[in-house]
């Protein structure tokens, strides 16, 4: 087997060039730095980009990524077509040019060279003695490993502090003075009411039957396609079991997916009329979240937002959308709702924290229903459904404060 620029990173004269400074921490030269980015290169590339293409399929399957396009990265003989190039492949191209490879060999190596030296010592204290070839190729596997996790964590950061701040940019507002997209009358004076009350509002026939019929032939299509994935991080948990994708409105094709395109036109109107309504501050998206729950799956309870630093990923309110024909309560697949917790201004004033989360409701996911909810104030989860279920999702961004204040609340200054 092929040891590549990584025997040379492994060798003694090498680790020897290591140094540690005074604070505990390694001060790698730029030899081995180098040597470091070509190994690193190296693994993402072999095998007709192996590495890379595991990397994309955890990217697009758990971190959020906003829109969702076919395999990307493809062979080294298949350059991506231009319009090809989503975010996610942005996000993959950016974060493996030898430049980032280079800020990052650091601490990848080192916690490869900690997960090896751990693996090595127990095995050794089983009695297995590895040879030189298995060794290099089980710090191949475990350089991979940590590469590909802390490229991972790298976006998933960026990307929750990107979406934080954005929740506060007035250039994305949801402005509805001069909006011609679509009328502004769309959401019913109950579901707004519900919303602004007990934290969620819900709508039947928000669209006709025809398209309701459209969306549910062309969501099927997107699953017989093969373009739903598994979280898979949060699968092996035991925290959700469905399939997801992210599509953006300027990805649609616009004559196989008629259903998706007047449903994702009326949608997009959604911040605009609530902003006008409510003055929640809402900005502007075009970005849905398409999700399937096959027969036995699940999403256990959670809240889809939230307000301290490290929860706020900007989300305000959450806009969900069924298709489901002829669905009944036998088919279960609920949307369980729980009771709105008091968010920060309402505890300041005086509002009573809840001990234990109290069930609100169980939604049907019936055609044609639209949900509307805080993401950051309400806990929900999908009951276990006994057959397959579809979801379209608009996340809507917004700073914590404007519609979440009760009458009287000042801010601190």
């Given amino acids: 087997m092929q040891g590549g620029f990584l025997e040379k990173a492994i060798t003694k004269e090498a680790t020897e060039r290591v140094k540690s400074t005074p604070s505990g921490k390694k001060e790698w030269d730029e030899r081995t730095l180098d040597t470091t980015v070509k190994v690193l290169e190296e693994i993402l590339n072999e095998r007709s980009r192996r590495a890379k293409n595991d990397l994309e399929r955890r990217l697009r399957s758990g971190t959020g990524v906003r829109e969702f396009r076919s395999k990307c990265c493809g062979l080294p003989d298949e350059p991506t077509p231009e319009a090809e190039k989503d975010i996610a492949w942005r996000l993959i191209e950016d974060y493996t040019r030898p430049a980032a490879l280079r800020d990052m060999a650091g601490p990848v190596m080192e916690w490869a060279s900690e997960i090896f030296g751990n693996v090595k010592r127990k095995g050794e204290a089983a009695g297995q003695i590895l040879d030189a070839e298995s060794e290099i190729e089980i710090v191949r596997d475990v350089v991979k490993e940590c590469l ?119 949608m997009i109107s959604i911040p605009f009329e609530l902003n006008k309504t409510c003055s929640l501050y809402l900005q502007a ?95 929900h989860e999908v009951l276990k459904t006994k057959r397959k279920r579809f979801a379209v999702t608009l996340w809507l961004a917004g700073p914590p404060g404007p519609g979440d204040q009760p009458e009287g609340h000042h801010t601190s200054t």
């Fill in 285 to 379: 998206s075009a970005s849905f979240h398409l999700g399937c729950f096959p027969k036995d799956a699940y999403y256990k309870k959670h809240v889809d937002g939230g307000y301290e630093t490290n929860l706020n990923n900007g989300r305000k309110v959450t806009a969900l959308f069924y298709a489901n024909k002829s669905w009944s309560d036998s088919d279960e697949g609920h949307l369980r709702i729980y009771r709105r917790r008091p968010n920060p201004f309402q505890l300041e004033k005086g509002a009573t924290p809840f001990q234990e989360d109290e069930v609100e409701e169980d939604i049907t996911p019936e055609a044609g229903r639209l949900v509307l909810f805080r993401s950051r104030d309400v806990p």
């Fill in 148 to 266: 590909i996790r802390h490229i991972l964590k790298v976006i998933n950061t960026e990307n929750s502090e990107a979406h934080a701040s954005g929740s506060h940019d007035a250039g994305l507002l949801a402005t509805p003075q001069g909006y011609t997209a679509g009328d502004l009358d769309s959401l019913s004076v109950d579901c707004v009411n519900g919303l602004m009350t007990k934290g969620y509002g819900i709508q039947d026939n928000f669209v006709d039957d025809r398209v309701v019929e459209d969306v549910f032939k062309e969501l099927e299509m997107i699953d017989f396609e093969g373009r739903l994935s598994q979280v898979q991080q949060q699968k092996m948990i035991g925290y959700r079991t469905d399939k997801i994708c992210w599509v953006n409105f300027e990805g649609l094709d616009r004559e196989k997916q008629p259903g998706l395109l007047e449903l994702f036109k009326k």
